[in-house]
């Protein structure tokens, strides 16, 4: 038995010294057991839920005639870099990933004051029905994974964008059960390009090729909706999603996936959604910063270039967008906080991506104190925990 193999993930870690006295995490996941969609599903749907078997050496998945060994690199916290493993048993991962009182005790280790939660849905099935009422399985089972303690214990929810009135519908139920964000594809998905391979990463992506856009009018209700309710909207590495399971694409995938969250960001500015709605909030979730001063600065020349001839008749330069209604969040990235006081550079939130591969569990202050070396504690406690209050609405 390897090493990797051995090891105990689980295994108690010792708390860890802080440099903060409070952090906001921005950016956290749970890993729902596959066991929970029996019971947290619609009731008409249960019978058709995922179920778990074990060869001895791995858990395996079996849903819609798959078999499949459950995914590892959503959970590596509790791993050294040289021990991660891309497949195995759910014994496998560190438990605080679908066990409150444990990821509280981990919150409490690594110096997590709050957690702000994203996810682990849809199923990836060829059943449309399925499809969309496992958005809201997903949805309940966090909401009462956070009633442990709601007040550290914070939670996005996850809704498709096919139909705009059943999006509004489901945000409106989520905030009702306390979501402090709803987190939406990168683009509106389509009802043609559904398909059981994708159906799960298009929560994140939806189609890319559609000829269905954020700033078209569609979709103008959704916005409405998210300002009247005063909830954050998510996108989270939707733009482009890494192929996990892929040792050649997966680290040229990693760093694709930053950036590409400018396209919809830019749809949205130069459609003048932000004009129509100015007290619209978005956030990039999990996309890194640095490259967005350099965006924003990029964007303002090209635009005041490009505008007559484009008719693009919004009110402001795009950085003024990024400024006021734009946040994004980090988990490693010095050059972002270097440019902090730059155009775009506002809105950046801190965040130790528990428990997936990019995680700083269980150092995550050391990693906090090396991305902001010679920053007044001031602009850092802005930038660890006042942006994510004031973009979640946690103030």
């Not at 994974?145 to 059943?166: G, Y």
């Not at 090209?302 to 007559?308: E, F, L, N, P, V």
Request: aromatic share 12%.
């Amino acid at each position: 038995m390897s090493v990797a193999e051995d090891l105990d993930v689980n295994r108690e870690i010792e708390a860890a010294p802080r440099v903060a006295d409070y952090v906001v995490d921005s950016d956290v996941h749970v890993t729902p057991p596959p066991g929970m969609w029996a019971q947290y599903l619609s009731p008409p749907f249960r019978q058709l839920a995922p179920t778990v078997e074990s060869d001895g050496e791995a858990d395996y998945v079996v849903f819609e005639g798959n078999r499949r060994k459950v995914n590892l690199m959503q959970s590596q916290a509790g791993r050294s870099v040289d021990k991660y493993k891309n497949t195995g048993k759910l014994s496998d991962m560190r438990v605080g990933g679908w066990m409150a009182p444990q990821r509280l005790k981990d919150m409490d280790r690594d110096g997590m004051d709050v957690g702000v939660i994203f996810g682990g849905g849809p199923l990836q099935t060829a059943n449309y029905d399925l499809w969309v009422d496992s958005y809201g399985g997903y949805n309940r089972w966090v909401a009462d994974f956070c009633t442990h303690d709601p007040q550290r214990l914070k939670w996005a929810a996850f809704i498709p964008m096919l139909d705009v009135d059943l999006a509004i519908a489901m945000m409106r139920e989520a905030r009702k059960a306390g979501a402090v964000a709803v987190n939406i594809p990168a683009f509106p998905q389509s009802a043609s390009a559904f398909n059981k391979k994708d159906s799960q990463f298009q929560a994140l992506t939806g189609d890319a090729n559609s000829v269905r856009q954020y700033r078209d009018p569609e979709f103008d209700p959704f916005w409405a909706a998210a300002s009247e309710l005063d909830v954050a909207v998510t996108f989270h590495l939707g733009a482009r999603v890494s192929r996990f399971s892929d040792k050649i694409n997966f680290l040229p995938d990693i760093v694709m996936g930053k950036p590409a969250m400018l396209e919809m960001v830019g749809i949205m500015i130069y459609g003048g959604v932000f004009d129509r709605f100015p007290d619209l909030r978005i956030g990039l979730i999990e996309s890194g910063v640095g490259w967005i001063p350099w965006a924003a600065n990029y964007m303002d020349r090209t635009w005041d270039m490009q505008r007559h001839w484009t008719e693009c008749d919004i009110k402001h330069p795009p950085s003024y967008y990024f400024d006021r209604n734009v946040y994004a969040s980090f988990i490693s990235d010095p050059i972002g906080v270097e440019l902090r006081h730059h155009p775009g550079g506002k809105n950046i939130m801190w965040s130790s991506d528990y428990p997936h591969s990019e995680t700083t569990f269980p150092h995550s202050h050391e990693v906090i104190a090396q991305n902001f070396k010679g920053v007044p504690p001031a602009e850092r406690d802005w930038i660890i925990a006042g942006c994510a209050e004031k973009f979640y609405g946690l103030g």
